[in-house]
């Protein structure tokens, strides 16, 4: 819009009027403008997530049939190529991990080796956490405790005691594949720019869906997946 202002001496209210919508105006357009690149940039974060979250879904899609097809037992660390690129895939049974009631009396040189720098805080969080659903990633802020809490800890957990055993590759071996029908595992696939997929699965032993997501967390958090194997081993190898 064109704004212009009268040089006659009779309409100076007139001029002072139209300089004052035009000023309006002018912040009307910048507000618009402004929220019109909000909507845009939301839109585009909308659409990189969508497109993550495709791909992400055949990677797990591909996880789920290498594990009920392999000989080898588990847990399970291992990769391979996406459309996401090359993931790395962490994939391990909620049964050997332990109980919550067990995780808040972790000791606290436990805790704080996994990152955890308020033990009280972390174990009203833990024991609070089969009745609100909490994701046991979020049981601390810690970076540490977010990558390798996980993998110690589950609401559906049988143990009062946790022993990391080493992680394999999926493959063939003399026993037969078990498909692992009626088990709860977590399968977290991430890519190298730092998206992850963790889901809690149960195989189904249906081939062609065989494992429903029971629960699921997609994020962008820096991760990569395969940096907790040599942090559990030294707490809780054998």
Known sequence: MACSLSNTSDDGYATASALVLCLA????????????????????????????????????FQAAVE???????????????????????IAEPESNKLKLEAASALSEGILSALGVADPAAFRLRANAAAATATPMAD????????????????????????RFVVREKPGPSPNPASWHIGETWRVRVATPD?????????????????????????????????????????????
Request: proline share 5%.
């Open 25 to 60: 105006i002018a912040l009307l357009c910048t507000a618009m403008t402004a929220r019109s690149l909000e909507f845009l940039k939301l839109a585009r974060t909308d659409l990189e997530r969508s497109r993550r979250q495709a791909a992400l879904d055949g990677a797990q």
């Open 67 to 89: 594990m009920v097809r392999s000989g080898v037992a588990g847990p399970y660390h291992w990769g391979f190529s996406t459309d996401a690129g090359l993931v790395d895939v």
């Open 139 to 162: 049981l601390d802020p810690s970076p540490q405790w977010r990558a390798c809490g996980p993998s110690v800890v589950s609401p559906l957990g049988q143990q009062d005691t946790y």
């Open 194 to 238: 730092g998206w992850s997929d963790d889901r809690i699965v149960r195989f189904t032993g249906d081939a062609r869906r065989p494992a429903a997501v029971v629960m699921r967390v997609l994020k962008k958090d820096g991760g990569k997946g395969g940096s907790c194997d040599e942090v559990l081993g030294r707490l809780f190898g054998s």
